[in-house]
């Protein structure tokens, strides 16, 4: 806290969040273009349907694909201060509308970089 009372969020250096050796050890895992076809369809089908939750409809399409226990879509406010969560599936679902300051994660690093 500085002297205000206010708490500050450090800057998030490339070098705390890079971690490649990881990438290079892990198993490889081929291409799944049937579950990635479904996968497009569903969305597209939801697209058609509900064309104002196609963003949660993705998240959840995409963490079932990915077998992963979370998934979301991060946006940068207009500020460009803030990255704020309109989809969220999984255990992170909870944190749905909510976010962090565009320098606490590797985030803000990316966005930065253009390595989108």
Known sequence: MNDEGNTSVPPTTLESVLNTTDLD????????FEAENTALL??????????NSVLQK???I?????????AGVSLVNKEGTEFYWPAVAGEWKPYTGG???????PSGIVVDRHAV
């Open 25 to 32: 050890e892990r198993a490889f895992r081929p291409p799944n």
């Open 42 to 51: 569903a969305l597209a089908q939801h697209m058609a349907d509900s064309p």
């Open 58 to 60: 993705l998240v959840e």
């Open 62 to 70: 995409a963490m079932e694909t990915c077998g992963a226990g979370s």
């Open 99 to 105: 976010g962090t300051p565009r320098n606490f994660g």
